[in-house]
């Protein structure tokens, strides 16, 4: 999909762009203390009683990053919204709490400075809130409705997920740089339009800005090689867009902007929800039978997945005042976590909720798409480009298996996945 909205009159850019890469960098680290926040107050470890959130208070971004499962499911129990010491804020572990974090961006928004995306790509959809994200957002949502998806990208999702395929070698293959990675990378390319740009390209200005978004968190300044990735990729969103038109009331720079947080979504994201739903089903599968009797069952087998392991565990807002929430006291300015992985292991809403079950009626409650205004724009997408991925990997290698050689367990504090993922099969 390209960046102009639909009023532009350039056929070629009626198709929207994609978001998300930064997430993990900006939303994963906690804010320094050291950042200038107008407005808001600063992390207040301090001010809490030491006994209060003994969990939270002892819980490492180690052991988050590793299997924050049994962790969390600690936190659900005991202190569904506690107090993080590792991150200077506070993490939502329960369903119900979760939820009402992510619909009311009136209490918990993500327009805040500290925020570091938007200071290296500007304001996007995906750090404002209220009318001013309505109007990032609108012009881009068409295309990745269900059928719009369906009838622009399935095609060049088999066709490139059947290259790749054809491309490994006999017998073994690692499916995150061979598989899930370039297929990720060519299907945000197109949705960006960007045809005249190879996706090395796209991954270049994608690795470049995300170092950025870093590199602000961090309290430094925006990379020279992160402002001029952003400057080409600006460059390239111009050339397919009429120069005459500003768009639904948006300019060039913040179609630009919305672009790259579109790039940012599509990519490692989508890559981790291929990879995680494979190994869901190969992990589970019955020696000697295949990972799923029927086809039908795959949009749910990857609900399923995305439910037990979502690829973006944590989303981060900032509270705008003091509110009351659990058994917390929540201050204006705190930064307030919802833990995704968290909630879609709540046994109030989940039975069994560790167990990895195919045909669980209500996997589709889970939020791995997150909820309320920011809800995942290119969720359709990304369902269409894993159920396509799974279907070419079973249909085209016989016996399809995890390697047993290689660990293939997921890791990431936010954005979770196996770093490789090495499988074989029959030849
Ligand atoms: C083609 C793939 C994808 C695209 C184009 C995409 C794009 C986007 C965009 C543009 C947003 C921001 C929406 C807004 O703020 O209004 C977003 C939000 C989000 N996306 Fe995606 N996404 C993709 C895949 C995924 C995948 C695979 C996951 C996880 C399984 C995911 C999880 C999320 C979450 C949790 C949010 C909410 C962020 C927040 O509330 O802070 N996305 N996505």
């Given amino acids: 999909m390209a960046m102009c909205p639909p009023n532009s009159d350039n056929r070629a850019c009626r198709r929207p762009a994609l978001e998300f890469v930064a997430v993990r960098r900006i939303k994963t680290v906690s804010p320094s203390p050291e950042t200038p926040v107008t407005g808001v107050t600063k992390p207040r470890d301090h001010e809490l009683p030491t006994e209060q959130f003994p969990i939270g208070r002892g819980a490492s971004l180690a052991e988050l990053d590793n299997d924050p499962h049994p962790l969390l499911a600690r936190l659900r129990t005991k202190e569904p919204v506690s107090w993080l010491a590792a991150r200077g804020g506070w993490l939502v572990t329960r369903y119900d709490l979760a939820v009402t974090v992510m619909r009311d961006p009136a209490t918990f928004t993500v327009d805040d400075p500290r925020f570091s995306t938007s200071r290296v790509v500007g304001p996007s959809m995906l750090s404002l809130d209220g009318a001013d994200h309505l109007r990032h957002r609108a012009p881009f949502a068409h295309p990745f409705r269900t059928a719009p998806v369906k009838d622009r990208f399935a095609e060049l999702i088999e066709a490139e997920a059947d290259r790749l395929i054809s491309a490994m070698p006999a017998g073994s293959a690692e499916l995150r740089r061979e598989f899930a990675g370039p297929l990720a990378a060519k299907v945000v390319t197109e949705a960006l339009g960007l045809r005249d740009v190879d996706v090395d390209t796209v991954l270049s200005w994608y690795a470049a800005i995300v170092a950025a978004v870093s590199e602000v968190t961090a309290g430094g300044p925006v990379t020279q090689a992160g402002a001029d990735a952003f400057a080409e990729l600006k460059a390239a969103v111009r050339r397919r867009c009429s120069k005459a038109l500003a768009p639904e009331g948006l300019s060039h720079d913040e179609v630009a902007s919305n672009a790259a947080v579109l790039m940012f979504g599509g990519i490692d994201t989508t890559e981790g929800m291929i990879l995680n739903a494979v190994r ?3 992990a589970n599968a019955e020696p000697g039978t295949p990972p799923l009797e029927h086809t039908d069952l795959v949009p749910n087998a990857i609900e399923e997945s995305i439910r037990l392991e979502p690829a973006a565990a944590v989303v981060d807002r900032y509270a705008t005042r003091d509110v009351e929430l659990g058994d917390a006291r929540i201050r204006r300015g705190d930064l307030v976590s919802v833990s995704i992985a ?25 939020l791995a798409f997150a909820q309320g205004p920011h809800f995942c724009l290119g969720a359709q997408l990304a369902r269409t480009e894993t159920a396509i991925a799974i279907s070419r ?3 085209r290698l016989p016996g399809l298996r995890l390697d047993p050689d290689h660990p293939n367990a997921p890791m990431g504090l936010v954005f979770r996945k196996p770093p490789e993922l090495h499988v074989r099969w029959t030849v």
Avoid at 350 to 366: H, M
């Fill in 280 to 282: 869901h089903l190969l």
């Fill in 393 to 395: 990997l079973l249909d």
């Fill in 342 to 366: 968290g909630a879609n292991r709540d046994p109030a809403v989940f039975c069994d909720p560790d167990r990895f079950d195919i045909r669980r009626a209500n996997a589709r409650l889970n």
